[in-house]
């Protein structure tokens, strides 16, 4: 039976990458999900109650407060003051206008999606056209510090260097992938104009707006944490390692575990770093940056209706993650890692404080600038 069900779930992938039979693909999918889903009801629950779980505790938490400060942020009109600094070099380097540096701020902050919902409510607001907000994406799309330095460096690798070196790589990558995505895009100018509403009538919004996105988040989550351990009930993960690994001549388990690690960023990171893969920071960074179909997911739902491309974000995703591990491979060439003291932990409620305190002092910060420039020059609007 699981052989039968690992053909027609193979069958049904291999159709879904067809242009012509990829509704017929995307119904044999979903019918053989309800199937196993049937077959393997205690394995659904369960997957389900991991997923809503990972969602209450760990991802709403870090996310929503991001979520609300970005959209009064918005509102008051402090992204046009931080866009107006940045204009100029953010024009040469990404091609893009200083909006792009007000996304990079939050995504590096806060994390997947973050990146993705600042570029949504940009383009509804009419500030950039979908086109720029798919260059702004190839290097505004990151996973956050409280994540990679807390929950991946000082949670699983037990050591702080491991989680700043893996995070400084992931950002470095992040800021190549921009150039490189970029390079031949033409420089996108725009003016900037100061808005000041009711921040009450904003404060409502923005709490309703971000638990909507909170909400695509958490079914988003829950899903593939249900799919993922029922492909993984029938073996369908070590099938294709196996066949994976005749090709290639690659460790089937090696293989097992990478190929699991592509569907979720969390559980993925903690089986890279549980396994005997030779090089698990070079792995973890390219799976920190590349984020997994789940969260790729999970932007796509954030950014439904904007006319982005999804299959250029995610060959973004793809070619941040490689330039991620080459970053990282260059550091870790020139650090002994085995001198770190992996006892060397750090307490990740601290660091969710002083992450959010360290953003609003970088907003704050340019927002002064902003100010200061504009009685200065006196040439604003």
Do not use: W
């Amino acid at each position: 039976m699981e052989k039968i069900l690992f053909i027609l779930i193979a069958i049904s992938f291999i159709l879904l990458f067809i242009k012509k039979y990829n509704p017929f693909g995307l119904k044999l999918m979903i019918f053989l999900i309800l199937i196993l889903i049937i077959l393997h009801p205690s394995v659904s629950l369960n997957s389900a109650k991991e997923g809503l779980n990972l969602f209450l505790y760990t991802v709403f938490p870090s996310l929503f407060p991001f979520f609300i400060i970005n959209d009064l942020l918005m509102s008051v009109g402090i992204t046009e003051n931080i866009a107006y600094i940045f204009n100029k070099p953010i024009n040469k380097i990404f091609k893009t206008s200083g909006y792009g540096a007000y996304a990079f701020i939050i995504s590096i902050f806060s994390g997947y999606p973050a990146g993705a919902k600042v570029v949504r409510e940009l383009i509804d607001a009419k500030k950039i056209s979908p086109k720029e907000g798919e260059k702004i994406l190839t290097f505004s799309s990151t996973s956050g510090p409280l994540f990679i330095i807390g929950a991946v460096g000082a949670g699983m690798l037990k050591s702080n260097l491991l989680g700043y070196i893996l995070y400084a790589s992931h950002i470095i990558g992040s800021i190549l992938n921009g150039i490189i995505c970029n390079l031949f895009s033409k420089i996108e100018k725009k003016e900037y104009k100061f808005e000041h509403k009711d921040t009450i009538i904003n404060l409502n919004n923005s709490i309703k707006n971000s638990l909507i996105t909170m909400g695509f988040i958490a079914g988003y989550i829950i899903f593939f944490s249900v799919v993922i351990n029922l492909l993984d009930t029938i073996n369908f993960f070590n099938l294709i390692s196996f066949i994976l690994s005749k090709l290639f001549k690659i460790s089937g388990d090696d293989l097992s575990i990478f190929i699991k690690s592509l569907f979720e960023i969390s559980n993925g990171c903690k089986l890279i770093v549980s396994s005997s893969i030779s090089n698990k920071m070079l792995a973890i960074s390219f799976i920190l940056s590349f984020s997994g179909i789940s969260i790729l997911y999970q932007v796509k739902g954030v950014l439904e209706g904007c006319n982005i491309s999804f299959k250029k974000y995610v060959l973004s995703k793809i070619n941040h993650g490689v330039l991620s591990s080459i970053v990282c491979f260059f550091i870790c060439k020139n650090i002994n890692l085995e001198a770190i003291n992996l006892n060397n932990t750090i307490n990740i409620n601290n660091l969710f404080v002083y992450t959010t305190i360290l953003m609003l002092m970088f907003i704050f910060i340019f927002n002064t600038l902003f100010f200061l420039f504009k009685k200065k020059t006196n040439d604003l609007f």
